[in-house]
Antibody
Framework: QVQLVQSGAEVTKPGASVKVSCKAS????????FHWVRQAPGQGLEWMGV????????TYAQGFQGRVTMTWDTSTSTLYMDLSSLKSDDTAVYYC????????????WGQGTLVTVSS | DIQMTQSPSSLSASVGDRVTFTCQAS??????LNWYQQKPGKAPKLLIY???NLETGVPSRFSGSGSGTHFTFTISSLQPEDIATYYC?????????FGQGTKLEI
């Protein structure tokens, strides 16, 4: 069973950056894309962007362009999401999510990482 | 950007009820529409993909239909464990958009 295991909760200050990791066990080359989705407390799901781990190509949601960077470490099969210039309304649970190539649905989710932005 | 609008935002029903809610797309999305169930403190779980296909292992009381801009999600006989928030999700060339969710209560 493929698992996505995310890094632990973070507490950070406004204006700072945060980097969340997501390790994919049993990753099979060339057949998945990875997305990041976040959920503010009591709110809905918000898509942040997608990464193709084989090419490193990324596409970011308009609201995050310029602030988010998604990367992939091939040697450890680990996905990273870096969000900068944090504001209090970036406080949310951040999920990584795996989508099979050619499909549009998530077949595996990370457990979520709570990022709290507070002065 | 494609906007997804779910209705209602919340719904109260009884065990055994047939429950239906909808998801409307701002433009034609063919059948590129998925439904997820999310319980508090948990990641979402895929129930229906490509508008009407039941994910493996998901009980058959869940179903989806629709195409184009209007989609429907149905629970044929509501069970206590179905209490959750349900989200629709569109995919358009790797880009995702989610509806705002329908919270189901008993």
């Amino acid at each position: 069973q493929v698992q996505l295991v995310q890094s632990g909760a973070e507490v950070t200050k406004p204006g700072a950056s945060v980097k969340v990791s997501c390790k994919a066990s049993q990753y099979t080359f060339s057949i998945y894309f990875f997305h990041w989705v976040r959920q503010a407390p009591g709110q809905g799901l918000e898509w942040m962007g997608v990464l193709d781990p084989d090419s490193g190509t990324t596409t970011y949601a308009q609201g995050f362009q310029g602030r988010v960077t998604m990367t992939w470490d091939t040697s450890t099969s680990t996905l990273y999401m870096d969000l900068s210039s944090l504001k209090s309304d970036d406080t949310a649970v951040y999920y990584c999510a795996r989508v099979p190539l050619g499909e549009g649905h998530v077949d595996s989710w990370g457990q979520g990482t709570l990022v709290t932005v507070s002065s | 950007d494609i906007q997804m609008t779910q209705s209602p935002s919340s719904l109260s029903a009884s065990v055994g009820d047939r429950v239906t809610f909808t998801c409307q797309a701002s433009q034609d999305i063919n059948n590129y529409l998925n439904w997820y169930q999310q319980k508090p403190g948990k990641a979402p779980k895929l129930l229906i993909y490509d508008a009407s296909n039941l994910e493996t292992g998901v009980p058959s009381r869940f179903s989806g239909s629709g195409s184009g801009t209007h989609f429907t999600f149905t629970i044929s006989s509501l069970q206590p464990e179905d209490i959750a928030t349900y989200y629709c999700q569109n995919y358009d060339n790797l880009l995702f958009s989610f509806g705002q969710g329908t919270k189901l209560e008993i």
